[in-house]
């Protein structure tokens, strides 16, 4: 269910009350444990959050090597579950169970409204990624407190969903969601490049909607056995099959691109959605998409309503698909350091953090 949008703020916080925050103070240095202090009043259509538990994105990797820019210092960190510990919010009261957008958009410009693309709002503000002198500073899920800002959708939690299923749901399944919401038509053999969460969710979602064979690659033994747990039929790499009506890019690697060209039948719709980041030029001609009369498309993040969707579906789906394996033993906030060691290692889809 989706919470509505603004209304009157709320009487002022006690000045001493303060969060715990983890700096990201640029590639390659460790993460440093602070406190700032939470806002003494909120404006209206503002929400104050307690952080139950967070996970590490695969993109917040990319920043602390190096991949990806961001500002320093921030917080880092978009995929969370929380609390509502303060509402200046018409119908989000407090001590909800929420999960929210990962982007706060303004609701007026073209891409909100005529393009139906609130995601490359011309005001975007995304948590996780912005400055810590934006606004209180409590910008992202790497703390102990989060600000959620007037124009970002907040969701209930359905009390039946652990933190460690629904956290990774306001971006890694929302994202896959967003990918797979334009099918070919017919679509009844699918190539999904890469096992990791988005590869996993596609796996699940596709088989979700019908589709009869679900084709999953990647150079991980351990990956592709879980693949199989979600309904995904396992590839190891040079495996042939038969031509394919869609192909999803989620390995984040451009070097997969000609393989999925080659997979597709005439008329195929081809989605890359983990190659954000500059190292992702292309082997590819014109050429290539033109005789075969593909279709390309590219997805970054996702609207609101695709969220919605992937709250449903966990709700729905979560005793049937073995959701928690994907996420590890909650770890401390104070040892974010030794967290994303463990992330690096992939061991685990995502690494939990509780503060």
């Known amino acids: 269910m989706i919470l509505p949008l603004p209304d009157p703020a709320q009487p002022p916080f006690e000045q001493s009350a303060q969060a715990r925050i983890q700096l990201f103070q640029g590639p390659g240095k460790p993460f440093h444990l602070s406190t700032a202090a939470l806002p003494e009043e909120l404006q209206p259509g503002e929400v104050l959050v307690k952080i139950s538990l967070a996970t590490i994105c695969g993109s917040d990797l990319h920043t602390v090597e190096g991949r990806r820019s961001a500002p320093a210092p921030c917080v880092l960190g978009h995929e969370s579950v929380g609390s509502v510990l303060r509402s200046a919010r018409s119908g989000v009261p407090t001590g909800q169970r929420v999960t929210w957008t990962l982007a706060d958009s303004c609701g007026h410009c073209a891409p909100c409204t005529d393009w139906h693309l609130p995601q490359k709002c011309e005001q975007l503000f995304k948590y996780g990624h912005a400055a810590l002198n934006d606004g209180c500073g409590l910008n992202g899920c790497y703390a102990s407190h989060i600000l959620l800002r007037p124009g970002t959708h907040i969701f209930t939690v359905p009390d039946s969903l652990p933190d460690a299923v629904a956290a990774p749901a306001n971006c890694a399944l929302a994202t896959m969601v967003n990918a797979l919401e334009i099918l070919p038509d017919p679509c009844r053999r699918v190539l999904v490049q890469g096992g990791g969460l988005l590869g996993i969710y596609a796996c699940a979602w596709l088989r979700h909607l019908g589709v009869r064979e679900v084709f999953c690659t990647d150079l991980s033994p351990q990956r592709l056995a879980l693949v199989a747990e979600f309904g995904g039929i396992p590839l190891t790499a040079g495996s042939l099959l038969p031509p394919v009506d869609l192909v999803i890019e989620v390995t984040g690697q451009s070097s997969v691109i000609p393989d999925g060209i080659k997979a597709l039948r005439p008329g195929g719709h081809y989605v890359w959605a983990g190659m954000v980041h500059p190292d992702s030029r292309l082997d590819l001609t014109g050429e290539q998409v033109l005789r075969k009369c593909l279709t390309l498309r590219g997805v970054h993040n996702y609207a609101p309503h695709h969220l919605a969707a992937g709250l449903d579906f966990l709700a729905t789906n979560q005793t049937r698909l073995p959701f928690g394996k994907l ?28 503060p």
């Open 327 to 354: 996420t590890s033993p909650a770890l401390p906030l104070e040892r974010l350091n030794e967290a994303m060691d463990l992330a690096r290692s992939r061991q685990w889809q995502r690494v939990a953090l509780r």
